[in-house]
């Protein structure tokens, strides 16, 4: 037993040594992993915009007034379509104010916080995955920006048909930062009262309310595809009103929430149950409000609905609970 024990006390200094290496080396190991991460890594997007003052300044006011610093400079993954000073200023201009400090009012607030959740993806999305149609995820109000290409590709990208990205794929801690040249209007509008107030689907809008079709279209967690025809569309078929419309389609002359209206049926046709940008579209035949029918969707040279083509310039719309596109002629349908 004794000699047993001087053996023991023999190592104790050894395996003192090995635990002291042991706590060393574990703290060397956490130091010079948080320094390399700090250094190699570079800046968070709040760091990054604060230091860029000269180009992102106004929008970091922005984010400071609207205490949303904080979790920019914590780690997550965000993209951030970040507004130039410019842009911030037109902003400032167009709501009757000169700077971030004009606006005082608890509305006020309200407003800016949702303009600060409609710049910002939960994602990490560089533009080499940007498509002509909706990111692949939602912003932090739950809406899909949408992106666009003119002449030049990449090198001509617009976010919601209005702003230029002049800064691309800025590679940060904690995301990716897009420089843009105008301030994005956050979506407020449902399908229905985008259709109703656009100015351009007049008819359409009626023949919506007039089915009964309206009410639905304006839940915000009813998601649907819209293919819509302007009235300058139905006019190429000399339709200029929508008692112009009843008569062409309704064979009962009562189409609210009537199945067996030809003209309910010939509305509920244009609304599919889902959200899909023109590059979600596909060869297939998708749900629609009817119940009872199938709409078809074929992409050849032009995108179309039964035989209607697509007018790809005023679509991919944006709303609350789904997106509107247009159609360049009235839709060919035959009830049954």
């Not at 023949?207 to 649907?224: E, H, Q």
Request: charged share 20%.
């Amino acid at each position: 037993m004794k000699t047993n024990i001087l053996k023991m006390k023999k190592y104790i200094p050894i395996l003192l040594i090995f635990g002291i290496v042991a706590v060393l080396s574990t703290n060397c190991d956490k130091n010079i992993n948080e320094e390399y991460f700090r250094t190699n890594k570079g800046l968070l997007i709040g760091e990054y915009l604060k230091a860029h003052s000269d180009t992102f300044g106004e929008f970091y006011k922005l984010l400071e007034k609207t205490k949303s610093v904080s979790f920019l400079n914590a780690y997550g993954i965000y993209t951030c379509f970040a507004p130039s000073n410019n842009a911030m200023k037109e902003f400032y201009q167009s709501k009757g104010k000169t700077s971030i400090d004009d606006f005082s009012t608890a509305d006020d607030l309200d407003y800016l916080k949702q303009i600060v959740r409609y710049h910002l993806v939960g994602d990490t999305i560089a533009t080499s995955m940007f498509t002509n149609g909706g990111l692949r995820d939602t912003t932090l109000s739950g809406d899909y920006l949408i992106t666009s290409f003119d002449t030049g590709g990449l090198k001509t990208i617009k976010v919601n048909g209005i702003a230029n990205v002049f800064l691309k794929d800025v590679n940060l801690v904690n995301g990716i930062v897009h420089g843009i040249d105008k301030v994005l209007n956050p979506v407020t509008l449902s399908v229905a009262k985008f259709i109703e107030t656009d100015g351009k689907y007049n008819i359409f809008s009626e023949a919506l309310k007039n089915t009964g079709l309206y009410d639905s279209l304006n839940i915000r967690s009813f998601r649907v595809t819209v293919f819509a025809e302007t009235d300058s569309v139905f006019a190429l078929d000399s339709i200029f009103s929508y008692s112009d419309l009843l008569k062409k389609y309704s064979q009962t002359g009562e189409p609210y929430l009537n199945p067996k209206d030809s003209l309910y049926l010939w509305i509920a046709y244009h609304c599919i149950h889902q959200t899909l940008f023109l590059t979600d579209l596909a060869n297939v035949t998708y749900n629609n409000m009817t119940n009872s029918m199938l709409s078809t969707v074929t992409k050849k040279a032009d995108i179309l609905l039964n035989e209607s083509p697509v007018n790809v310039q005023l679509s991919n719309n944006p709303t609350k609970n789904g997106v509107v596109h247009t159609l360049k002629k009235a839709l060919t349908f035959v009830a049954v």
